[in-house]
């Protein structure tokens, strides 16, 4: 896969419309990342390498994990602000469902994220 970093000018890590933060992000279908913010629902499309959360762009202090048989979610984590965003990839499935819902369908990967030190 291509990496793409700095192609484009840093996003913004909080909600255009209200400010909030986002809860869960996806690659849309052209692998371009968008970030949902939990509390509006509105989506906005962010650099697809680094944390929206402390602006930490070092691949070093970034990683990811995905529950076991369950490819196209991941949880993408952040070892500087030790904060964890929730990914699905819009590539891997037919449908994606309205990110709210995709985002209580997948507490088990918060329960994961939080066991292993992220929140
Ligand atoms: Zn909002
Ligand atoms: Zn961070």
């Known amino acids: 896969m291509k990496k793409i970093i700095d192609e484009k000018p840093w996003g913004l890590g909080y909600c255009l419309l209200c400010g909030s933060q986002p809860d869960m992000a996806r690659f849309t279908k052209t692998g371009k990342r968008s970030l949902h913010c939990e509390l509006c629902g509105q989506e906005w499309a962010f650099s697809r390498i680094g944390c929206p ?31 964890y965003l929730k990914t699905i990839d819009s590539r891997v499935f037919e449908e994606v469902a309205p990110l709210e819902l995709e985002s209580l369908a997948t507490l088990h990967l918060d329960l994961i994220a939080n066991r292993s030190g992220y929140k």
């Open 53 to 83: 959360f402390c602006d930490n762009r070092d691949p070093e202090n970034l990683g990811y994990f995905e529950a076991e048989g369950e490819e196209g979610l991941r949880v993408y984590s952040c070892n500087s602000c030790h904060r």
